[in-house]
């Protein structure tokens, strides 16, 4: 393998039916691979608007199986383009059992692994539990022709174990396919620091870990539910490098693809000086799989 490569991730307004956003979807692919990109990242749920906004059992008809129209049309575009791609999406397992799940598809088209969102939420509007089954998966980075891909989504992005999980099997890059956003009211008041802990978090991620991290997230005011002021997905996706430094930034507003180069030479100089995972007590972390140390 290289020891350089191009990832980005693609920011979209993807309040749209399924049909336009995989059309939509495409497109944007195809202009990133055009621009050199090599693995390629969509935002969380890609296929239709931000659904979780309200508790509603017809939202499971937008729901599809394995491996059927989204695996078929991005895994001809990955052979056609030489490139892997990330396809967050809502998998219906089977009758009652439904995932937030991703595939990472290879660039020549096949399966390179299927990652099921871990950590569910349940807040005002981002009501995920009523609709989605917790990974059964694990986390786990997954080999591919072009490098070692680890994938996260959204609200994992939130938890430190979670990365650690995912860089200690390899993982040179973290992608965190991404839903989140402001709600409208709200915004003025806590919007500086709920966008700069979703930065700062995600930043660390990599300082500890020495590793890329790639967010990819909608952009867009989603207002579908009556009665409501519906979700202004912020946007401001990023590609990180392994000491936090910001290498791509895009705009709170604007569908925009993001390019940046992975170098593996870079990554274990910053490792070999900052060895974190040399120092690592794993002698004295059994705690940490209890929910709460009691006294």
Request: proline share 4%.
């Amino acid at each position: 393998m290289s020891r350089t490569y191009s990832i980005a991730v693609i920011q979209l307004n993807l309040n749209d039916n399924a049909a336009n956003n995989l059309a939509k979807c495409t497109d944007w692919v195809k202009k990133a691979a055009k621009e050199g990109a090599q693995v390629i990242c969509l935002p969380e749920l890609y296929s239709s608007h931000y659904f979780c906004q309200s508790e509603d059992v017809d939202n499971f008809a937008l729901a599809e199986p394995l491996y059927s129209t989204s695996f078929t049309a991005f895994s001809n575009l990955a052979k056609e383009l030489g490139v892997v791609i990330i396809v967050p999406f809502f998998e219906k397992r089977m009758a009652g059992v439904y995932h937030n799940s991703a595939y990472i598809i290879d660039n020549d088209g096949s399966e390179a692994g299927l990652y099921r969102k871990m950590h569910i939420p349940d807040d005002p509007h981002f009501y995920e539990k009523f609709y989605f089954t917790p990974g059964d998966l694990g986390f786990k980075t997954i080999s591919t022709n072009i490098g070692q891909i680890g994938t996260l989504i959204c609200w994992d992005q939130w938890y430190p174990e979670a990365a650690r999980l995912t860089a200690l099997q390899g993982a040179e890059v973290l992608f965190y396919p991404t839903a989140i956003g402001w709600h409208p009211s709200e915004k003025d008041k806590y919007g500086d620091n709920q966008y700069g802990a979703w930065m700062n978090v995600m930043k660390g991620h990599a300082v500890a870990n020495g590793t890329y991290v790639a967010a990819a997230n909608r952009i867009g005011l989603e207002k579908y539910v009556p009665n409501t002021n519906g979700i202004e997905f912020w946007g401001a996706s990023f590609i990180a490098g392994p000491q936090g430094e910001i290498l791509a930034q895009a705009s709170h507003d604007k569908e925009e693809i993001l390019i940046a180069e992975v170098d593996l030479d870079h990554q274990e100089n910053v490792r070999q000086n900052w060895p974190f995972f040399r120092d690592r007590r794993i002698d004295f972390y059994g705690n940490i799989t209890k929910r709460a140390i009691d006294k």
